[in-house]
């Protein structure tokens, strides 16, 4: 079966960094996926790790460890804009994508 | 990535009617497109993977013959859900797939349905 786990929500302050993290268990593994979702918007795409390691793109980051099945979200410079959920995403097989409940991340200032 | 559209953004029906929600692949032939359904808080569930030109693969627990899908050309599938129920409301959402190397779905704008 699939199983994803992340916190339901955070609470960081304008300018800080956040961590969020996320936890899998899949059948057939093809990578972990981040989006972000605006309330009453689809996802938009993040980024995605297969590969052990960190990828880094602008003020957004994302971590993967295969062995551990988990991964992190870090984003840096926080900017009110980024209040949002935040979906983790793993894919199994056929491609398909089995998601988290989100982490409703809210930016103070 | 891929540009992804989905008619219409918002539809208010009486229950027992049909519905029919349309996903466009703007700039992107796409073989496979998925539809997921959203409730308030809850993250989004995989109702279906449309293949173009054969048969949707239904999740389990999602009734084929209330929610049909057609996915009669790369750039557009239908999915229409027949004899709506107030239970169907629901924020419904597809994305295509881009079989490249790392499989990214790119997402429509969502469809929200309120059924009377």
């Known amino acids: 079966g699939q199983n994803i786990d992340q916190p339901t929500e955070m609470t960081a302050t304008e300018g800080a960094i956040v961590q969020i993290n996320c936890t899998y268990q899949?059948?057939?593994?093809?990578?972990l996926f981040w989006y972000q979702q605006h309330a009453g918007e689809a996802p938009t795409f993040l980024s995605y790790?297969?590969?052990?390691g960190l990828e880094e793109k602008g003020r957004f980051s994302s971590f993967l460890s295969r062995s551990k099945g988990y991964s992190y979200l870090l984003l840096k410079e926080l900017q009110m804009k980024d209040s949002a959920s935040y979906l983790c995403?793993?894919?199994?097989?056929?491609?398909?994508?089995?998601f988290g409940t989100g982490t409703q991340l809210k930016v103070e200032l | 990535g891929a540009v992804v559209s989905q008619h219409p953004s918002r539809v208010i029906c009486k229950s027992g009617t049909s519905v029919k929600i349309e996903c466009r692949s703007l700039?992107?032939?796409?073989?496979?497109m998925f539809w997921y359904r959203q409730f308030p808080k809850q993250s989004l569930m995989l109702m279906a993977t449309?293949?173009?030109?054969?048969?949707?693969?239904?999740e389990q627990g999602v009734e084929k013959d209330k929610f049909l899908i057609n996915h009669a050309s790369l750039t557009l599938s239908t999915l229409t859900v027949t004899s709506a129920h107030p239970e169907d409301s629901s924020f419904y959402i597809c994305?295509?797939?881009?079989?490249?190397?790392?499989?990214?779905?790119?997402f429509g704008p969502g469809t929200r349905l309120l059924v009377l």
């Open positions: 994305s295509v797939l881009d079989s490249g190397a790392r499989a990214a779905q790119y």
């Open positions: 899949t059948s057939g593994f093809n990578g």
């Open positions: 790790n297969v590969l052990d």
């Open positions: 995403a793993a894919t199994g097989g056929g491609n398909k994508l089995t």
């Open positions: 700039d992107f032939q796409a073989t496979t």
């Open positions: 449309s293949n173009e030109g054969s048969k949707a693969t239904y």
